[in-house]
């Protein structure tokens, strides 16, 4: 968990200001651009404004012109190291990586985030986040075309639109200050994945953008990794799984085994849990 700087916490340690970069876990089943290129799933939970700062406007705007601008910062960096790569070591591994990060793949919901970051506001809390969904080859046009929605006009299209409405602007776009900094893609070589789904089935379960994400990782497996993860999967212990299902608010019972998972439904598995899965270990064996 990363905060940009200091002045997002207060002295106990709440959030008080977006963003909080979730790195959940790195895959690198598919090449994004280049060899050997590593895949990190990124999600940016948004506070709530507490009720003082629903009623008074002034404060409201400057608390949505800090997560917008906190945004800007790290689209601003990502661009930037597009340019001048930094080397990095990864924890398990001698030789070092050209970090490199690109734009991939956006997937950004509400409750399993929530779960995450909760103790940062006590456990009560709860905190929506606004779904971002962004059209790659959009972003990539010039001049801009996407559909990006500010937040008052997202308020009124919920309140106002229809299911059929609500999933066609879905599938269009999102609040998105990302088309100033288009640089932050990178070169994905047109391969940029877009996940797009209707708001009432990400907000109808818990960890709707995960059971997207791990679904489309799932879906680039290839059957010898997913035998691989149905053996590993029968070697946890019944602590280890316990452990797990403290962690995910999904959580109710593994499935028997994940060789048939890329065919399943998305809200079929506790997805939180099974991306944990992927972490335990040496994963060498299977990426």
Same mark, same amino acid.
């Given at each position: $968990?990363?905060? $940009?700087?200091?002045?997002?916490? @207060? %002295?106990? /340690?709440?959030?008080?200001?977006?963003?909080? %970069? $979730?790195?959940?876990?790195?895959?690198?089943?598919?090449? %994004?651009? /280049? @060899?050997?290129?590593?895949?990190?799933?990124?999600?940016?939970?948004? %506070?709530?404004?507490?009720?003082?700062?629903?009623?008074?406007? /002034?404060?409201?705007?400057?608390?949505?012109? $800090?997560?917008?601008?906190?945004w800007r910062v790290i689209l601003k960096q990502i661009a930037e190291l597009q340019k001048d790569p930094l080397l990095v070591s990864m924890f398990g591994e001698e030789e070092p990586y050209t970090m490199k990060p690109v734009l991939y793949f956006i997937a950004q919901d509400t409750k399993e985030a929530n779960s995450l970051c909760r103790h940062y506001q006590g456990y009560r809390a709860k905190r929506p986040c606004r779904i971002c969904d962004i059209l790659f080859k959009n972003l990539r046009k010039s001049p801009f075309v996407g559909e990006f929605r500010t937040v008052d006009e997202e308020k009124r299209a919920r309140e106002t639109g229809d299911a059929n409405v609500l999933k066609a602007r879905s599938m269009a776009g999102g609040i998105c200050p990302f088309a100033e900094y288009h640089e932050a893609l990178g070169d994905t070589q047109g391969r940029g994945i877009y996940a797009s789904c209707p708001p009432e089935l990400l907000h109808q379960y818990e960890g709707g953008e995960l059971k997207i994400a791990i679904n489309a990782v799932l879906a680039r497996l290839k059957p010898k990794q997913l035998r691989i993860l149905d053996a590993r999967m029968k070697k946890l212990s019944r602590t280890s799984l316990l452990r797990l299902s403290r962690i995910s608010s999904s959580f109710k019972q593994f499935p028997n085994g994940f060789t048939n998972m890329s065919k399943m439904n998305c809200t079929d598995y506790p997805p939180l849990a099974f991306a944990l899965v992927l972490l335990i270990g040496d994963s060498t064996d299977i990426f």
């Open positions: $968990i990363a905060f $940009i700087d200091e002045s997002h916490v @207060d %002295i106990c /340690g709440r959030l008080k200001a977006c963003p909080v %970069i $979730i790195t959940l876990a790195n895959f690198n089943c598919d090449v %994004i651009s /280049g @060899d050997d290129a590593k895949k990190v799933l990124l999600y940016v939970p948004l %506070i709530d404004f507490t009720a003082a700062e629903n009623k008074d406007k /002034g404060r409201k705007e400057v608390r949505q012109k $800090i997560m917008d601008t906190c």
